[in-house]
């Protein structure tokens, strides 16, 4: 599986939206980019994912450039309880043979008021 | 949906003892389930890879014989630490895939170990 860089912290306002950037410059075409979060003592939570294409759901975007070197995962209103480490993480999906998901040091973010 | 049980959440218990930790993924069936192991401000480590009635997969590093892993059910796999010892305090984290090549894993909440 490829490897990521992310930003080691960042800082956002409240209510300002959050924009995490994951650089993954030899991702491969059967790779799949996936985000998770982790608060403090908690199991990480699923975000979003997406292979080429912009994706959005109710938590979150992720936009994918278009050689799928790198993405950035868009928290659009951030709120305190956002404050988390953030991993981007990329899968080898095809077939029966399958990636495992494998956890750099993310990027923690905190939402300050 | 796609919720990950995990029992216990905190176990403290003596050097030597063994302790087994369950994961049950709820609402769905995981034909693979996997165990992490998170030490204070590192990064989650994956150990071992477990797919439903056949021997786990551990990763380079983790000794099979001390970490014991069952996955007996599509929805229960359980992750025995045998003899513990204070070096094996640590949070362990199950989680669960569903059926499906781009599916996403979903987590437990850890179980934090703790031997005195």
């Known amino acids: 599986d490829a490897k990521t860089t992310q930003p080691p912290s960042m800082d956002c306002a409240e209510g300002r939206a959050a924009n995490l950037p994951c650089n993954h410059s030899?991702?491969?075409?059967?790779?799949?980019v996936y985000w998770y979060r982790q608060i403090h003592s908690q199991g990480p939570q699923y975000i979003i994912h997406?292979?080429?294409n912009n994706e959005t759901n109710e938590m979150a975007s992720l936009i994918i450039t278009e050689d799928r070197k790198s993405s950035t995962l868009i928290l659009p209103h951030a709120t305190l309880r956002d404050t988390a480490v953030y991993y981007c993480i990329v899968r080898v999906v095809y077939g029966g043979s399958q990636g495992n998901l494998i956890f750099g040091k993310g990027t923690k973010l905190s939402v300050k008021p | 949906g796609a919720v990950v049980s995990q029992h216990p959440s905190w176990v403290i218990c003596k050097s030597g003892t063994s302790v087994k930790i369950e994961c049950r993924s709820l609402?769905?069936?995981?034909?693979?389930m996997f165990w992490y192991r998170q030490f204070p401000k590192q990064s989650l480590m994956l150990m071992a890879t477990?797919?439903?009635?056949?021997?786990?997969?551990?990763e380079q590093g983790v000794e099979k014989d001390k970490f014991l892993i069952n996955h007996a059910s599509l929805t229960l796999s359980t992750l025995t630490v045998t003899s513990a010892h204070p070096e094996d305090s640590s949070f362990y984290i199950c989680s669960a895939r569903l059926r499906g090549g781009e599916q996403p894993q979903h987590f437990g909440d850890g179980t934090r170990l703790s031997i005195l």
């Open positions: 477990s797919n439903e009635g056949s021997k786990a997969t551990y």
């Open positions: 997406g292979l080429k």
């Open positions: 609402d769905f069936q995981a034909t693979t």
């Open positions: 030899t991702i491969s075409g059967n790779e799949y």
